[in-house]
Every structure is written in C-alpha cells, then in structure tokens.
C-alpha cells in the first residue's frame, strides 16, 4: 500500500541531526537562533520565536496579542481542533465561521454575519491554499495567519503567507511540508510582539517572577527543520509537479480546491471534491484496491461546529466539504512510479 503520508528524511537531514548530537548541546540553542533567523530573512525583517508546536504558536500569538477573557476570535470551521485548544487555553471565546467552497479558506463575509463582535481572526491557509487575508483585515481585525500546513507558501500578490496579518503561526510536525517531528513557530512584523512572546517561552533565570511556561524547541528538532528548508523550492516543485499530474487524469465530475497550479503555491494537501459522500468513499476504496491509501482530511464529526454542538446548517460549505473531500498521497517519498500508479487508478475511477 503507498501510504497517505511519509516523512522524507535526506541523508543530509540525518547529518544535520547528528551533528547538533554530537556537539554536547541539545535543547534549545544555536540551531533554534539559526531556524528564527531564516524566518526574519525570509520575511526580509520582522522576528520569529521557534516554539514546542503549532497549536503553543497559536495560543502565544493570541496572549501576545492581547486576547483576554471577553475576545472574541472567529475561526473556521472548517480546521482542524487546534484552533479552538488555542483559543480556550487563551481563555477567550471561539466564533465559528463558515469556508469558502473554492479554497475551503474562512469566508470574509461570513465573519461579518456569524462573528460580528470577533476582533481576532484565525485566517488558515488550508491545505496550502491562500486565504482572503486582506478583506479580513480591512474589517479592523487583528489577524493571525495561520500558515501551518503552508509553510514556504507564496500568495497570489507575490508576499509570503504571513506577511500581511499581525503574525503568523506554523508548525513543523511529522506530516507537514518540512518537519522536525515536532516544532512551531511565530513569526511577526512587529519585533516587540515577539520579545513578549519570547519571555513566556522559558521560565528559567528570572530576576522578577510572572508566570510562564516550557514552550521550547530543540536544536535537535531545529537542526532537522533548518537541513529541510534549504531544499524548500525543490519540495515545492515536486509536490506542484505531483499536483499536476493528478490534475491530468482527473475524472469528470470531480474536481479540487481551486489555485492548485498558482506559482508560489505550496500544495499541501491534493484534496479531490466528489458530488458526494457515497462517490467519495467509493473513490477511497477503488484507490485502496489499486494500492493507494487516502484519507478523509476532515471528517464532518471533526467539524468546529459539530465540536461546539451549533446547528450544522449554519455551516452548509464546511459540512459539504466534510463529507465529499478525499485527500491522496502528496508527499516526497512517492517515486515516479507511485505518481504513475496513483494517476492511472485515478484515471480509471467512474464516478
Ligand atoms: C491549520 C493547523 N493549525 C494548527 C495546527 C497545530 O499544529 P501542531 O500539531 O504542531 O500543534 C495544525 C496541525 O495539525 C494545523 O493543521
């Protein structure tokens, strides 16, 4: 069975490891610096602070920021638990919203509808895809942009994802685009923002006591992220070229999230849409018989809503979304010739 999902370690991957091994320093030190400075390069200024994951990144950026008991913060419903972890953690009060059918991103008009009172907004990049961050903010929001499952993702105006929200959240575990098992990050124009951030990060050493917490990464985990974001533009080509070739044979009447092919894209997640919840699961089993295992992205009980016991009709897109998605093997241990295998059942699927 070719598997849904493969962690792709490069024998450089593993030098990188055993070097930060062998250097007698493994928490948090010169690799997790390093990973912060890639970060603040790559968004040409600004400061990052690696954390334990992305759901910390989440809940850090929310208290940096300034949410308190009485915030509201809308997010889609269409994600994944997270999101809402985060926000309870934070103590504040979660507003879910419905997505967008196209690139099953938060809706801009539905926050104003749904979560009118919100002045926070997780915006997730789903799968890669590049959510309407703009609209949001110009309804006087603060943003965080989470970029987790699109890291090194380039927008359709030519700005990195997380460049244009209050700042951006990522996360590094084993099945996202690089990892370090595990591992987040924030990343912030706004340096001060992530000073505050940074002093909750670590407790130890503290001349006046408030309290804090352990949200540490390590180097070991840092060195693994840093070996993998140097071949960033080589993941992305290859997953976009993979992308294409399912595009190719795509049966008619199914079809994707929209902006798969756009220069810049990280594609994440090939995630086909089917008319229906019974043509999704036979499109499942007719991959697994020819060897290809599939999951369902997100299914309708992992729905936000569903979570939080509110009227499923409020939420038509994300229900839809959950009950017709398929997601394939888009991953860089797939050869050539799983590609090929993976297109050619695709190819002869009859819906
Ligand atoms: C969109 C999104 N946000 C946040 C998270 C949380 O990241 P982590 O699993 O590193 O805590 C995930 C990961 O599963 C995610 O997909």
């Given at each position: 069975?070719?598997?849904?999902?493969?962690?792709?370690?490069?024998?450089?991957?593993?030098?990188?490891?055993?070097?930060?091994?062998?250097?007698?320093?493994?928490?948090?030190?010169?690799?997790?610096?390093?990973?912060?400075?890639?970060?603040?390069?790559?968004?040409?200024?600004?400061?990052?602070?690696?954390?334990?994951?992305?759901?910390?990144?989440?809940?850090?950026?929310?208290?940096?920021?300034?949410?308190?008991?009485?915030?509201?913060?809308?997010?889609?419903?269409?994600?994944?638990?997270?999101?809402?972890?985060?926000?309870?953690?934070?103590?504040?009060?979660?507003?879910?919203?419905?997505?967008?059918?196209?690139?099953?991103?938060?809706?801009?008009?539905?926050?104003?509808?749904?979560?009118?009172?919100?002045?926070?907004?997780?915006?997730?990049?789903?799968?890669?895809?590049?959510?309407?961050?703009?609209?949001?903010?110009?309804?006087?929001?603060?943003?965080?942009?989470?970029?987790?499952?699109?890291?090194?993702?380039?927008?359709?105006?030519?700005?990195?994802?997380?460049?244009?929200?209050?700042?951006?959240?990522?996360?590094?575990?084993?099945?996202?685009?690089?990892?370090?098992?595990?591992?987040?990050?924030?990343?912030?124009?706004?340096?001060?923002?992530?000073?505050?951030?940074?002093?909750?990060?670590?407790f130890d050493c503290r001349e006046t006591y408030e309290p804090r917490?352990?949200?540490?990464?390590?180097?070991?985990?840092?060195?693994?992220?840093?070996?993998?974001?140097?071949?960033?533009?080589?993941?992305?080509?290859?997953?976009?070229?993979?992308?294409?070739?399912?595009?190719?044979?795509?049966?008619?009447?199914?079809?994707?999230?929209?902006?798969?092919?756009?220069?810049?894209?990280?594609?994440?997640?090939?995630?086909?849409?089917?008319?229906?919840?019974?043509?999704?699961?036979?499109?499942?089993?007719?991959?697994?018989?020819?060897?290809?295992?599939?999951?369902?992205?997100?299914?309708?009980?992992?729905?936000?809503?569903?979570?939080?016991?509110?009227?499923?009709?409020?939420?038509?897109?994300?229900?839809?979304?959950?009950?017709?998605?398929?997601?394939?093997?888009?991953?860089?241990?797939?050869?050539?010739?799983?590609?090929?295998?993976?297109?050619?059942?695709?190819?002869?699927?009859?819906?």
């Open positions: 069975m070719i598997p849904h999902n493969r962690t792709f370690i490069s024998a450089d991957d593993q030098v990188a490891v055993h070097a930060v091994l062998a250097s007698g320093w493994i928490a948090q030190g010169p690799a997790v610096t390093a990973l912060e400075m890639r970060f603040v390069q790559h968004y040409s200024g600004g400061a990052a602070c690696a954390v334990s994951n992305g759901t910390t990144s989440l809940f850090l950026a929310l208290k940096g920021l300034g949410a308190k008991s009485g915030t509201e913060v809308a997010l889609p419903s269409y994600a994944c638990s997270a999101l809402l972890n985060a926000v309870y953690m934070a103590g504040a009060t979660p507003k879910v919203v419905d997505v967008l059918p196209n690139n099953f991103c938060l809706n801009p008009d539905a926050i104003e509808t749904q979560a009118p009172n919100a002045g926070f907004v997780f915006a997730v990049h789903t799968y890669g895809a590049t959510a309407d961050i703009t609209t949001i903010k110009s309804q006087d929001r603060v943003v965080i942009e989470d970029c987790c499952q699109a890291q090194g993702g380039v927008g359709v105006t030519n700005v990195p994802l997380g460049a244009i929200g209050d700042a951006a959240v990522f996360s590094f575990y084993a099945t996202k685009v690089v990892t370090g098992g595990q591992g987040g990050l924030i990343w912030s124009g706004d340096s001060l923002l992530v000073e505050k951030i940074r002093d909750y990060r670590q917490f352990n949200f540490q990464m390590t180097d070991i985990q840092a060195a693994l992220v840093n070996s993998q974001m140097q071949r960033l533009e080589a993941i992305r080509e290859r997953r976009a070229y993979i992308a294409n070739k399912y595009l190719a044979v795509m049966p008619s009447g199914l079809s994707t999230q929209a902006g798969l092919l756009e220069t810049g894209r990280m594609v994440h997640r090939f995630v086909v849409v089917t008319p229906d919840r019974v043509i999704r699961n036979a499109l499942r089993t007719h991959l697994a018989a020819a060897g290809v295992e599939c999951i369902v992205p997100l299914d309708q009980f992992e729905l936000l809503h569903r979570y939080l016991k509110l009227d499923p009709n409020d939420f038509p897109i994300s229900e839809r979304l959950a009950n017709t998605t398929l997601s394939l093997p888009i991953h860089l241990c797939l050869s050539d010739d799983d590609v090929s295998l993976i297109s050619d059942a695709l190819y002869r699927f009859q819906p």
